[in-house]
Each structure stands twice: as structure tokens, then as C-alpha cells.
């Protein structure tokens, strides 16, 4: 025999001296005629075993004339005094014991039957053949039935067991305390372990995906940058294709734009030179600064067959206000003027021509000469 089957033996060997029975009985002039055994001896009707728990009911001392049922409560191991929960029954609709689902896996064995009228014999019985693990302090076992009235009527009995000298049995629920003391801390350092481990997969995760990220961020500005790149390719492309190089001389391309010399020379007629230009995808020149004048002027004098080429700059509207034709902006203040001008000689120079002479001059408009385009590429 194992240790702590021989310690709950001993137990409940001493157990039976100490026996408390308080006998609590209700209904209208029932007398108390429960008894319940719990012992480590044999009933005449009940298996031997470990722990054996005996209800009985002699209905001749009790108003009882019909026992309807008989359950067995044992007191909840960790719960308030008082607490019970239920461990068997047996009712005389069935006559078959039950256990209850807690106890359906313990080696119990069940018996009892409810007398039926005017038999003065009823019990219910429980044997247990293995150890079990803990004790109920208390055991209660209720009757309920009817009287000679055939009104309802209950009467119970509770059992408390207290033990002299643990010994043993105080031990082993000692070694069961540190054992579940121990068994927790290894579950939470496992948890623990469990849980950093996890936490440096998942920054290492965190790593991986923002590394994957950040290549992938590069190579979507990778591509967004040829993808500009192409895209100002096909417009230079296109825009380049729509010039009309019958009619023009084309510069090179100086900060996005490319600018177009007329290659014949006519008599200046600032709209219809401006449709021209229009018609190859610009407009008649406009000088956003010097430099900008300073490049259309090396490029008209490298282009030649004219020492006047026309712009877009003018004051036909209002004498002295100079703006472009196209836009209407004010024509920004220029170095290339050539000296006194512009003078409105003859009291009829509206337009501004690149004087290859001498550089920036007001003339009349009508006087001939080729005209220079800008167009904006991108």
C-alpha cells in the first residue's frame, strides 16, 4: 500500500472516534430517524473500501410514511462552511443510485433504494476503493418525502469529521502545497522565457519588415524616377516632333525650354507671329531674366540672316508699359538695353527687337525682319 493511501486510511480509522452528528430535521412533527455513517467498516449492503458514507432512513420513527428520496452532500474541499455539493441520489421513480458527473470517473461504488410505503427500510451508500485525493469535512444526507397527511416533509442529519493528529496526511498536503508552489513557478518561468523568446522573434520580425520597407520605398522611388524620366522623354519627344523645322531654326535645350528662329525674314506682325509659334507648340519669346536674354542672343547670332529678331515684349497698349504679348506680364528689368533706349523715337516704336549690333531696342512693329519662339519642353 502506497503512502498516502496508508495515511488516509489512518485518517479515517481515527475519524471514526471523533465522529460529530448533529441531526437537523424538518416537516410538521417528524422525529429523527436518519442516520449517516461514514467509517472505514463494512455495511451489510454496501462493497468494503477505503471510505464508506451510509444513509439510512427507518421510516417507523418518522412521521415519513413515503421516502420520495435520499441525497448525499459532501462539504466543497476550499469552500465556505456551509458549502455543499452533491455526491449521490436516489429517488423511488428510478430506485437506481446516481453519482453525481465529478465522481462518474472514481472508483466509487453506488447503492441504495427508497421504501415505498410503509417500508421502513431506505439507504443510500458509497464506497470508495481507491485513495481519493482531499476529504469533505462534512458529509449531510437529506430525505425528503411525504407524511400520513401526504404533505410534503424533509429531514436531514450532517456528519463533521476532525481528525486528532494529522500526521502524514498534514505532511503530504505540505509536499502537495510546495509541489504546486514549485510546479507554478516553473510554469511562470517557462511563460517568461516563453515570452522574451517571442518578443525577439517579433522585433526581429519588426526589423526584417521595416528593412523590406525601406528597399522597397527605395525601389518604388527607383522606378517613380524613371518613370518621370520617361515620361519627360516622351513629352520632349512629342513636343520636339510638333516644331516645324521648315520653319524654324531649333536651339538646344536650356533649362526645359527650347527657343525657334523664323527662318525667312518678313515684315513683323506681332499676332500672326505669335500664332506661328503657337503652331509648333510655344510662343514669341519672353525673358524671365539676362541670362535667359543673354542665351537667345547667342543663339540668334549663330542662327544670322538678320540683324533683327523680334519678341514678344511691347507697349502697344499704353506707351512705356512694356509687357508680352502672350502672357500680359510686365517685361522685367533687363541690362542688355542698348544705350537710351528704349526712346520711342519716332513716337511709333511699340515693339522690342534683339538688335544684333548693339542688343535691346524698341522699333516699329511693322518693320521686317525674324522672330524668335520659346516653347517649354517640360
Known amino acids: 500500500m502506497s503512502e498516502r493511501a496508508a495515511c488516509f486510511q489512518n485518517y479515517l480509522l481515527m475519524a471514526m472516534i471523533v465522529l460529530i452528528v448533529t441531526f437537523v430535521t424538518s416537516g410538521k412533527g417528524a422525529t429523527p430517524a436518519i442516520n449517516l455513517d461514514v467509517s472505514h467498516t463494512n455495511d451489510p449492503t454496501t462493497p468494503s473500501g477505503l471510505l464508506v458514507v451510509n444513509c439510512s432512513v427507518d421510516a417507523n420513527l418518522t412521521d415519513m410514511v413515503t421516502v420520495a428520496s435520499l441525497t448525499v452532500f ?18 423511488m421513480w428510478s430506485q437506481s443510485p446516481k453519482l453525481t458527473s465529478d465522481l462518474e470517473d472514481a472508483d466509487v ?17 458509497m464506497s470508495w476503493n481507491s485513495p481519493t485525493p482531499g476529504y469533505r469535512q462534512y458529509y449531510k444526507c437529506v430525505a425528503n418525502g411525504l407524511d400520513h397527511q401526504r404533505q410534503g416533509v424533509s429531514i436531514a ?14 505532511k503530504m498536503d505540505s ?41 522597397i520605398e527605395g525601389e518604388i522611388e527607383a522606378l517613380a524616377s524613371k518613370l518621370e524620366t ?19 531654326d531649333v536651339s538646344d535645350i536650356s533649362k526645359g525650354r527650347v527657343y525657334l528662329a523664323s527662318k525667312a ?53 499704353r506707351e512705356g508699359h512694356f ?11 533687363l541690362t542688355a538695353w542698348s544705350s537710351g533706349q528704349p ?36
Open 74 to 91: 459532501g462539504s466543497k474541499p476550499y469552500g465556505n462552511q456551509g458549502e455543499f455539493d452533491e455526491l449521490a441520489l436516489v429517488d
Open 109 to 125: 461504488v453506488i447503492s441504495g433504494k427508497t421504501g415505498p410505503e410503509n417500508d421502513s427500510h431506505s439507504y443510500l451508500a
Open 157 to 170: 442529519t450532517t456528519v463533521k469529521i476532525e481528525i486528532l493528529n494529522g500526521g502524514c496526511c498534514e
Open 175 to 215: 509536499i502537495d502545497s510546495q509541489l504546486r508552489e514549485v510546479t507554478e513557478k516553473v510554469g511562470n518561468t517557462c511563460t517568461a522565457k516563453t515570452a522574451a523568446a517571442l518578443t525577439g522573434q517579433v522585433k526581429n520580425l519588426h526589423s526584417k519588415i521595416e528593412a523590406l520597407d525601406s528597399k
Open 230 to 248: 520617361f515620361q519627360q522623354n516622351q513629352n520632349l519627344h512629342f513636343k520636339m516632333m510638333a516644331i516645324d523645322k521648315g520653319s524654324f
Open 265 to 317: 525674314q518678313a515684315a513683323f506682325n506681332i499676332g500672326a507671329a505669335n500664332q506661328a509659334c503657337k503652331s509648333s507648340g510655344g510662343h514669341l519669346v519672353e525673358f524671365d531674366d539676362d541670362e535667359e536674354y543673354q542665351f537667345v542672343y547667342d543663339f540668334a547670332t549663330r542662327t544670322g540672316g538678320a540683324n533683327t529678331f523680334w519678341t514678344g515684349a511691347n507697349d502697344i497698349e
Open 323 to 333: 509687357v508680352y504679348f502672350n502672357s500680359k506680364k510686365p517685361v522685367p528689368t
Open 343 to 378: 526712346d520711342n523715337a519716332d513716337g511709333s516704336e511699340d515693339c522690342i527687337e534683339i538688335r544684333l549690333t548693339f542688343g535691346l531696342n524698341d522699333w516699329i512693329c511693322s518693320q521686317t525682319g525674324k522672330f524668335v519662339c520659346e516653347v517649354e519642353l517640360y
